[in-house]
Each structure stands twice: as C-alpha cells, then as structure tokens.
C-alpha cells in the first residue's frame, strides 16, 4: 500500500510530534469550540440575571428561547468540538501516525458546525424554545432537529476517523505495546460516544419527522427514555474524555506515572459497561417505568460506574504526589500538595475540577440517583446545580486549563496576560464552586428547574418560599455573573493570545514520524509514602471525601423522613 504523503512537524517546548492534517482539524475544532463557549456565555448572562428573583431581566418567552440556545451550545456544541480536538491529538499525536481520511475528517467538521449554526438559527427565529431536553409532544421548526442530526453525524465521522487513526498507527508500527493511557481514556470517550449519539439519532430522527408532518406521533415515554441515553451519556463522553486529559496533565505538570496503569485501565473499561446507565436518573419520577428497572439501572449496576470514579480519584492526584515525594517533598500529607506549581493555569485549573467534580459532581449525583431521594430534588433547580458541577467544574474547566497548554504547543502563540491566566481558573472555578452549591441548596428548598420566576409573581398560585430560598437564588445570580466573569477572561486569554500573541517557532518538519519506545505498564514505587501508604495524602482525601459522602446521604434520608411523615 502507497505510503500517503504528510508532514511532521516536532515541537521544541514539547516534543510532542504534529501531523500537518491533524494539527489543522485540532485547531478548526477548538477554535469553533471556543467561539460556542462564548456565544454560550453571553447568553448565560441572561439567564443568571433572570433567576436572580431582584432582576427578573427577560420575560418569560424571551428566558426560554435564551435557555434553550445557552444548554445547547454549552453541553453539546462547545464541549463535543473540543472533544474532537482531544480525540485527533490523543490518536494523530500522542501515537505519532498521520491522521486516517483527513477530508472525511474535515466533512465531519463542516457537518458539525452547519448542524450547530442550524439549530442556533432555529432557537433564534423564534419558534424552537423547547429547551436542550426538547421534550414530545412539545414541538420545535424541523431545522432545530436537523440542526442536531447534522451536528451528531459529523460528530460520529470523527470518531470513526479517530478510530481509523488508530488503525493507522498500529499498521505503521508507531508505538510498541499497548496504547498509551491518555489514548486509551480517549478510546473509551469515543466508544461512549458512538452509544450516545446513535441514541439521539434513533430518537431525533422520528421526531425532526413528526415536526414535519410526515410521523403521527412519538410515544412521549419512550422519547424520554431514549433521549437521556443521549443527553446524558453525553456527560459520559465528557467524563472519559476530562479524565484523560486529568492523566495527560499530570505528566506534564510533574512527569507523574499513573499509580498503575492496569487499574486505570481496568476503571475505564467500567465506563464502557456500566457508565451510561446514570442516564436512568432522570426517569425515576416517570411512572411507566418499573421500579425494579429504576433500582437495577441507578443503583447495583451504577456503583460500578461510581467505583470507576473513586479508582480514577485515587491514582490522579495519588500519581501527582508520587511524583512530588520522589522530588523531596516528603514533609508531613501534604508538603507535596503545598509545592504544587498553583501558578501554572493548566495544573491549578485541572485540581480544581478533579475536588469539584468529585466532591459537588460525584457525591451529588450518587445522591440523585436513588429513586426515593430524587424525589426530594427531580425538577428542582437541584438538578442544573449538580451538572454545573460536572459539565462546568468538571469539563469545561478542565479545558480551559488545558487550552494554557495548547496555546504556545499546538497554536505556536506567546500567551498574553499571563498574570490574568494565572488568577481565571481560580475566579471561574472558586466561584463555580458558590454557584453550585447555592443551586443545590434552593433546590433542596424546592425552587423549580424549570419555571423563569420562582415567586409565580402575578399568579393566582403565587407561592411564598422562606426568605432562604430568595437568598440563594440571588446568590445563585450574583455567583453566576462571577463565574461569567471568569470565563470572559478566560476567553480574552486564548482568543487574544491567537491574534496578538507572539509568534514561536514552530520546530523541525519530517517526512517521517519517529517512533516510540515500547513502554511497560508503570507501577509507582511504594517507599515513598508513610504509614505504608505510597501516597498518604491522597488517602486522606479520599476518607475526607467518604466522610462528606456519608453525611450528605445522611442528611437527605434524615430530611426526607421529614417530608414523608409515617401515621
């Protein structure tokens, strides 16, 4: 077979190995990426100062249409392009192979980003405020259907590109041995992936032709339950596809080894098992489905998802502190923690998603996920509150600390203002952190998910909620222009660092790829640690996390009894 002809270009800061037609898609997809990040962000400002009950900025038709346009290109199109991003540079460059198909590549990416214009188009006319969850018989304009039809196959030839990449390098002989971890985190994001966007297919494509007219009817349960395998599992993508790139930080920030590379392993292949039945969550009001189907789906087979979680907790941060100890700082838990590189934007914003996420994602989501407790909480503002924590605190932070890197790596700019990079993760996700929690709490007190205004005001049915749930909620608004604060800078940053930024050189082209270096399986050392532990600071955070969870699901039962008074 005729070798295709392509360039290598190596980077001198590095040494990462770009592929002329990988290294272009990388850029397009972040880039587009970030302009939905930003397109999202100026819309959450209108939903923030709305919920804020002391502004109550749009009215009614006007907050629905920007909710709907805001969940959209924030859960799906901002993250998923920047996902494509990762999967071409976790296959392209980390195995140093030329990229499978580039031009059904970039067909993928045209796809993408028509069907996302498509569905933006839709909401904006007017007619399409059915909200991300769109649900039947609730109708939008076909183009928002298509919008998302379109944006889910260009999605899916990535990762089939993505997986023809990795054909690629295993038939070209780039790598030795097993994939790398980071790939191997990618592979499984792109596995989840497929699952997901065939179910939206399955599920949008009668419904873009019942909104034509051409089908009577979509059983509304059965849309239901098909669309969370797809608006869910789609925080599954998300949750591979951070905590790969979670490992990849953790060798760039302190050359760490994973604690061991087959308990990784072994925890993402429970992600491809068990990890997209969380989806059930969101269906345990619904009453046309079993009990004994919610209680397996949410609870005996999900713990192996979470047990996954709690694995991927241990050996990040724990591979983190390895690597510190073998460096000298052995002093006490925490020394190592406390010697961190917190100045560098791209490992301060990666711990902060790793405790938010576990700590506000995790324990929450657990929580909802069983069936008597979520009835405390389902429809409540509860429920944005937990996948704040996990799409926002979790992923998207997650990618802004990697964008520091990618800027002067990928992109070959000087990033400007460092100092403002330095101090973004901090105010976006410290503030996230606020904005969570005040969510989570109004939504224990009952306020509604979904209505534009808690206080029903003009109503009939007005309802008076305790002078807490009005104080949260407006720290919910005040919180929330915060975090948008953050991620304005966040945009100035990369955005301006491509315009204005100095140019760096861009290192050495080959007609060739070099390849790498068969590897072993790593397994930390265990005499760096104390008390017998190869990372005691770790497993002090890890019983600091099971006690919070302990008591917040003691909490819940103790305030759901409350509710549910036995005569």
Not at 202 to 215: A, E, N
Request: aromatic share 14%.
């Amino acid at each position: 077979m005729t070798q295709v002809q392509t360039t290598y270009r190596t980077c001198p800061r590095s040494g990462l190995q770009f592929e002329r037609n990988a290294e272009n898609l990388m850029k397009a997809n972040a880039f587009v990426a970030v302009v939905w990040l930003l397109i999202g962000g100026l819309l959450a400002i209108g939903v923030v100062l709305t919920r804020w009950p002391a502004f109550r900025w749009l009215e009614a038709d006007r907050f629905y249409q920007v909710l709907t346009a805001h969940g959209i290109d924030m859960l799906i199109f901002w993250i998923i392009f920047f996902e494509i991003a990762v999967l071409y540079f976790a296959s392209s460059t980390l195995l140093r192979c030329r990229l499978a198909t580039p031009k059904i590549a970039w067909l993928g990416f045209a796809l993408m980003v028509i069907g996302s214009v498509t569905t933006n188009v839709a909401v904006y006319r007017g007619a399409s405020s059915v909200m991300m969850t769109s649900y039947v018989p609730m109708m939008a304009e076909p183009a928002f259907y298509l919008g998302l039809i379109l944006f889910a196959v260009g999605a899916l030839v990535g990762c089939f590109v993505f997986f023809g990449t990795l054909v690629v390098a295993k038939r070209d002989k780039t790598y030795e041995g097993s994939v790398p971890l980071v790939t191997f985190g990618a592979i499984t994001a792109a596995i989840i992936a497929v699952f997901t966007i065939a179910s939206g297919a399955i599920i949008l494509i009668p419904t873009w032709l019942m909104s034509m007219g051409v089908v009577k009817e979509v059983n509304a349960l059965v849309y239901r339950t098909i669309w969370w395998a797809f608006g869910h599992s789609s925080q599954q993508i998300n949750v591979a596809a951070h905590i790969s790139v979670w490992y990849l930080v953790a060798a760039i920030a302190f050359g760490a080894k994973p604690m061991s590379e087959r308990v990784s392993r072994t925890a993402f292949l429970l992600y491809i098992l068990f990890l997209q039945l969380a989806s059930a969550h969101h269906l345990l009001a619904d009453p046309g489905l079993s009990t004994g189907w919610k209680v397996v789906n949410t609870s005996y087979f999900m713990y192996f998802a979470v047990l996954a979680s709690m694995l991927h907790g241990l050996t990040i941060p724990g591979a983190m502190e390895v690597a510190q100890r073998q460096k000298g700082f052995t002093k006490g838990l925490f020394e190592w923690l406390r010697k961190a590189p917190w100045g560098n934007p791209t490992f301060s914003g990666v711990f902060i998603a790793l405790i938010g996420f576990g700590f506000l994602g995790g324990i929450s989501g657990v929580m909802m996920g069983t069936e008597q407790l979520n009835m405390i909480i389902h429809n409540t503002i509860y429920v944005p509150g937990h996948f704040h924590a996990t799409v926002v605190i979790g992923t998207t932070l997650t990618f802004m600390a990697l964008t520091y890197t990618l800027i002067p790596v990928l992109f070959r700019r000087e990033m400007i203002a460092p100092k403002l990079a330095q101090w973004q993760p901090y105010l976006f996700g410290l503030s996230m952190y606020a904005f969570v929690l005040v969510m989570m709490g109004a939504g224990t007190l009952g306020v509604s998910r979904r209505h534009w205004d808690m206080a029903f005001q003009g109503s009939p049915l007005a309802y008076e909620w305790p002078g807490a749930a009005y104080l949260m909620m407006g720290m919910v608004g005040l919180t929330g222009v915060i975090a948008i604060v953050g991620g304005a800078i966040y945009i100035y940053v990369t955005v301006g660092s491509l315009l204005w930024g100095r140019k760096l050189e861009g290192g050495a082209s080959a007609a060739t790829f070099t390849a790498i270096p068969r590897t072993a399986p790593t397994v930390a050392a265990q005499t760096t640690g104390s008390m017998g532990f190869a990372a005691p600071g770790t497993f002090t955070l890890a019983m600091v996390f099971l006690l919070a969870f302990v008591l917040y699901y003691f909490i819940n039962w103790k305030y759901l009894s409350t509710l549910w008074g036995l005569s």
